[in-house]
């Protein structure tokens, strides 16, 4: 057997096994509404029991930003969002969560029933996107979840002034064509940074084949010195995960209490903490992205 077709094996096999966003939609989804906001049409389609969410971009290809199976709406479908849930390792009951991009709202769903005594707040620029997010995916707010409708730049200068701290702080500003360029830079992540209590991760969706990939990381790397990397096995997006800390690494295994709560949103941590590397795959020495020099739509 050739070296190239245990590649292709093992690739299928680790694909099975992980069970996400490998689905196969139709040509056309059925539409069931699109709402216009002052920053985008936002809109809901369902296909074969999956409903997902979609920002209409300037590509043409489809970008879900969220999705359900509404067989079985515990089960995530995005594989970004399981490996995102390996931030628990690190910390299985964070007291305070920052998300700064709702989409349908998976994440704090999901995040609330693992950890309901954990404070959540969830951060969107587009009163659209939450409206839609409570309509057909079930987003819940409730005394230990709450959502901001703002500039995720404005609310994290605004928590720093308030003198704010969270033990993790997810971007997911990620919408499939770009992320927002003040949303990358230097300034924003170190404000980022300071948000977090000592011990305190980060964890940010984004490409990982892009244009912008060695300067995004070496931005990162900048901030945080150490970064470990998830990329999804059969999607474009990329994982970053990285510490308020000192020393930084992900569990070779976890709890058998969080292991059973994981796989009731069908994850395997042992699968996703496989794919985590802390490989400097990119060159260190690229220019950092800074509020005067951040052309990201220039670098797709």
Excluded at 217 to 236: C, D, E, H, I, M
Excluded at 264 to 286: C, G, M, P
Aim: charged share 25%; proline share 3%.
């Amino acid at each position: 057997m050739t070296i190239r077709i245990i590649r292709v094996l093992l690739h299928l096999t680790w694909s099975s096994l992980l069970a996400v966003s490998s689905f196969t939609l139709s040509a056309k989804p059925v539409e069931i509404e699109k709402a216009r906001s002052i920053y985008r049409n936002v809109v809901i389609t369902e296909d074969k029991d999956i409903r997902c969410m979609r920002f209409e971009t300037r590509r043409r290809n489809v970008s879900n930003q969220t999705c359900i199976d509404l067989q079985d709406k515990d089960r995530l479908v995005f594989e970004y969002a399981k490996g995102t849930l390996a931030g628990l390792s690190h910390n299985p009951n964070p007291g305070r969560i920052l998300i700064l991009g709702l989409g349908g709202g998976t994440l704090s769903n999901v995040l609330h029933q693992l950890s309901p005594q954990s404070e959540i707040i969830a951060v969107d620029i587009d009163p659209v996107v939450k409206k839609l997010a409570v309509k057909y995916f079930d987003y819940q707010e409730n005394d230990k979840v709450k959502t901001q409708i703002k500039d995720a730049r404005v609310y994290v200068k605004r928590a720093l002034v308030n003198q704010e701290t969270f033990d993790w702080i997810i971007l997911d500003a990620f919408n499939g064509d770009y992320i927002p360029e003040h949303l990358m830079t230097k300034e924003f992540l170190t404000e980022v940074k300071q948000l977090l209590n000592p011990d305190g991760i980060i964890t940010a969706n984004t490409f990982s084949t892009s244009d912008l990939y060695h300067y995004e990381s070496a931005t990162y790397q900048a901030v945080f010195n150490q970064l470990y990397t998830y990329k999804t096995p059969t999607k474009g997006n990329r994982l970053i995960f990285a510490c308020n800390c000192d020393n930084f690494d992900f569990p070779k295994s976890v709890s058998a209490k969080l292991n059973a709560q994981l796989s009731r949103f069908a994850v395997n941590y042992h699968l996703v903490k496989s794919e985590i590397s802390d490989k400097v795959d990119w060159q260190s020495d690229t220019q950092v992205l800074t509020d005067q020099y951040s052309p990201a739509n220039l670098l797709k």
